[in-house]
C-alpha cells in the first residue's frame, strides 16, 4: 500500500484552487481546465475527502473543506487521509466471503478493530451475532459505520457499540468469541494489529483477519515472532485472496485472509479449509452465484447457505 501521505500541490493547481467555487461542502472548479490540470487538481480534492458528483456538478465532502484546502494552500502541501490512515476499507463482496469463515452463530460477540465504513460488521450481522464491539482511530468513519449500523434492520437485537478509539490501546479486558478485522497494512501494522486482537480471543474463540502475505516468508524478527504465536494457538490457516479484490478501495494490495482458532477450539478450522473452492486453488475462493434460488458456486458446484440480505433479494424476486 502507499506510504508516503504527503502530496506537493504545483503551482498550477493552486491557481486553479484558489479561482473555485467552495461551500461548505461542495467545490466547483472553473471552466475551461485542460485534461491534465483537471487530473491532478482532482488528485488533490480526493486526497481532501472529495469526489465528484455529476448531478452537483461539483466535487462533494463529507465535512466543510475550506479549512483543510486553506491550509493545504498556505503550504502548499496536503495530507492524504486515506493513505495517511491507511483506510482502505474492505469492498462487500470481500467482507461477506471473509466473514462466512469465521462460523459466526447467534450466540457470539463480535469484535472488530478497525470497524472502518462497517463492511466486515454489516456482514456479521447477516449471522445474528448477540454483540457487536467496534473501534477505529478514524471518527468520520466511525460516524458512517455507527449509522451504517443503525440503519441495517438486521441490528435490531444486537448489542452494538462503536468507539473511535486506537485500538492498540484499548486492554483486552472484555472478551470475545470471534474477531473478524482488516487492519492496516503498512510497516507490518497487520502484525501488530492481529497480535494484539488475539488477546481478546476467549478460549476456543476464533479471529478472521486480512492481512499483506508478506509475513509468511520473510525472515525478519517480527515476521518470525508473529509466526510462532500462531503456532502457539490450537489451529491456523491462510486462504489467498483474488487479485484486485481491493481495486475498489483504491489499492492494488495483495491480501490473504487469515484464520486462527484460540487453544480449546473444536476444530472449526476445518471447516474453513473446506470453504476454499477446489476448482479455483489458485485464488483459494468460490464465485458464488445466485442461481435456481440457491448460492452456488460456478467453478466448482458447491452450495452454501444464503445469507439474510440474499433471502431478502430472492423474496422479492431480484
Not at 24 to 40: A, F, I, S, W
Not at 84 to 108: C, E, K, R
Not at 266 to 287: F, I, L, N, Y
Request: glycine share 6%.
Amino acid at each position: 500500500m502507499p506510504m508516503n501521505p504527503v502530496i506537493g500541490i504545483s503551482d498550477d493547481v493552486q491557481e486553479v484552487l484558489r479561482n473555485s467555487e467552495i461551500t461548505e461542502r461542495t467545490l466547483k472548479l472553473p471552466p475551461g481546465l485542460d485534461r491534465q490540470l483537471y487530473l491532478k487538481v482532482n488528485k488533490i480534492l480526493i486526497a481532501a475527502g472529495g469526489r465528484w458528483v455529476r448531478k452537483e456538478g461539483a466535487h462533494v465532502f463529507d465535512n466543510d473543506p475550506r479549512q483543510t484546502l486553506g491550509g493545504a494552500l498556505n503550504t502548499g502541501k496536503i495530507i492524504d487521509r486515506k493513505k495517511a490512515l491507511q483506510a482502505y476499507y474492505t469492498p462487500y463482496g470481500l467482507a461477506v466471503d471473509v466473514v462466512s469463515h469465521a462460523n459466526i452463530t447467534s450466540a457470539d460477540s463480535i469484535l472488530e478493530p478497525s470497524i472502518g465504513e462497517g463492511a466486515l460488521a454489516l456482514a456479521a450481522l447477516e449471522y445474528f451475532p448477540a454483540r457487536l464491539t467496534g473501534y477505529d482511530i478514524d471518527k468520520r468513519a466511525v460516524e458512517k459505520a455507527t449509522d451504517a449500523l443503525a440503519a441495517d434492520p438486521l441490528s435490531r437485537n444486537v448489542k452494538i457499540r462503536v468507539a473511535a478509539c486506537d485500538f492498540l490501546k484499548v486492554k483486552p479486558s472484555t472478551k470475545y468469541t470471534r474477531v473478524v478485522m482488516n487492519p492496516p497494512f503498512t510497516k507490518h501494522q497487520d502484525i501488530q494489529h492481529v497480535t494484539h486482537a488475539l488477546k481478546f480471543l476467549k478460549p476456543s474463540g476464533r479471529l478472521v483477519a486480512i492481512m499483506s502475505p508478506t509475513w509468511q516468508s520473510a525472515t525478519i524478527k517480527k515476521c518470525k515472532t508473529f509466526r510462532s504465536l500462531l503456532d502457539s494457538m490450537e489451529k491456523w490457516l491462510t486462504i489467498p485472496n483474488n487479485a484486485g479484490a481491493f481495486k475498489e478501495s483504491g489499492t492494488g494490495v495483495h491480501t490473504v485472509t487469515l484464520v486462527v482458532d484460540a487453544p480449546g477450539n473444536g476444530g472449526h478450522t476445518a471447516a474453513a479449509v473446506e470453504d476454499t473452492c477446489d476448482s479455483v486453488v489458485q485464488h483459494g475462493r468460490h464465485k458464488w452465484a445466485i442461481k435456481r434460488k440457491k448460492i452456488v458456486c460456478e467453478a466448482c458446484g458447491k452450495h452454501r447457505p444464503r445469507t439474510a440480505r440474499e433471502r431478502e433479494l430472492l423474496k422479492n424476486g431480484s
